[in-house]
Structures are given as structure tokens and as C-alpha cells.
């Protein structure tokens, strides 16, 4: 079961609903806060130009979630469409990455930015780097490993979401 390609495309479902309530909720456990077409839109064409500045400080953290996000995605995608090269891979990643600003845009939700999709679709390659590395490592064990280790991850942003939301924050 662990090694079975079904538990890697479930694996992968269950991790698109998350980056999904990642980018267009932000996270958000109170549906009263989730608010589209409230913000201002605006695209930042300029990658790099407009980071998010927090009391006079640039947030790195935010470009770093938008790297390690998409990581997940170069990892899983070559497991569940295994004929697909890494070209074909990493332009999916491209264009989810733009199908989210654009949705971000047409929402009015947070921010159409260039800077995310390029960070979006580099943490699609890392994905994509990483999965050769366990190739090379795990061989014929990398499905089950990648099953497992996604199991996990998953289930422990799944468990801290749903506390959040039973604790009302």
C-alpha cells in the first residue's frame, strides 16, 4: 500500500488542497476573515523589485514559503505522471504557479507577483532535484519513502490547521 502509485496520487491530491488553502486563504481557519474582493489588485511585473516589507524590513520568509511550497510538487508530479519529462514537469509547475496569481488577481487576494512565480516554479525544479537524488539513493523504495514522508508532513499541517480551528484562531 505504501508503495502503491494510488497512496502517491492521493498523497498528491491531499498536498494540491493544501498549497490551494495556502495561496488563496493564506492559511485562514475563520471563514468570516477570508475576504475576496476587498484588496486593491496589482501586479508587480518586476521580480524582486516589491518584496514584502514589514516594518521597514524585507520578509524573506515569504519568498522562502513560496521556494519550499512548490518543492512537494517536483517531488510527487514525476511519481504520479511517470512518462512526463522534467521539462514537461517543471513548465505544470509554471503554469499552476501562474494559474494561482492569476486567480490571486481575478480574487483581489493578496498579490500578483512576478517574484512568486519564479520562486514557485524554481522550488518546482528543487522538487525535481530532490526526486533524482532519491532516486539514486532509495532506487526502487523512493515511491514507498516519498508516500511515506508525504503522509507524514501532510498529516501533521492537517492536524495544527484543524487545531487551529477548534481553538477559534
Not at 80 to 84: F, T
Not at 124 to 128: E, R, S
Given at each position: 500500500m505504501l508503495a502503491s502509485k494510488k497512496t502517491t496520487q492521493y498523497v498528491f491530491y491531499v498536498y494540491?488542497?493544501?498549497?490551494?488553502?495556502?495561496?488563496?486563504?493564506?492559511?485562514e481557519t475563520n471563514p468570516a476573515f477570508i475576504r475576496f474582493f476587498a484588496a486593491p489588485r496589482s501586479v508587480n511585473w518586476i521580480p524582486f523589485s516589491e518584496p514584502l516589507i514589514v516594518n521597514g524590513k524585507i520578509v524573506v520568509a515569504?519568498?522562502?514559503?513560496?521556494?519550499i511550497f512548490f518543492i512537494p510538487l517536483g517531488i510527487c508530479l514525476p511519481l504520479?505522471?511517470?512518462?512526463?519529462s522534467s521539462w514537461e514537469?517543471?513548465?505544470i509547475g509554471l503554469l499552476l504557479s501562474l494559474f494561482y496569481e492569476c486567480l490571486q488577481y481575478i480574487l483581489a487576494i493578496g498579490a500578483t507577483d512576478m517574484t512568486d512565480l519564479i520562486l514557485n516554479t524554481l522550488g518546482?525544479?528543487?522538487?525535481?532535484l530532490l526526486y533524482q537524488l532519491f532516486r539514486k539513493v532509495l532506487k526502487s523504495q523512493t515511491r514507498k519513502w516519498v508516500n511515506i514522508i508525504g503522509m507524514?508532513?501532510?498529516g501533521l499541517a492537517y492536524l495544527i490547521l484543524l487545531l487551529l480551528i477548534v481553538i477559534g484562531v
Open positions: 494540491l488542497l493544501l498549497l490551494t488553502w495556502g495561496i488563496l486563504f493564506k492559511f515569504e519568498m522562502l514559503f513560496n521556494l504520479v505522471k511517470s512518462k512526463w514537469i517543471a513548465g518546482v525544479c528543487l522538487g525535481l507524514i508532513v501532510l
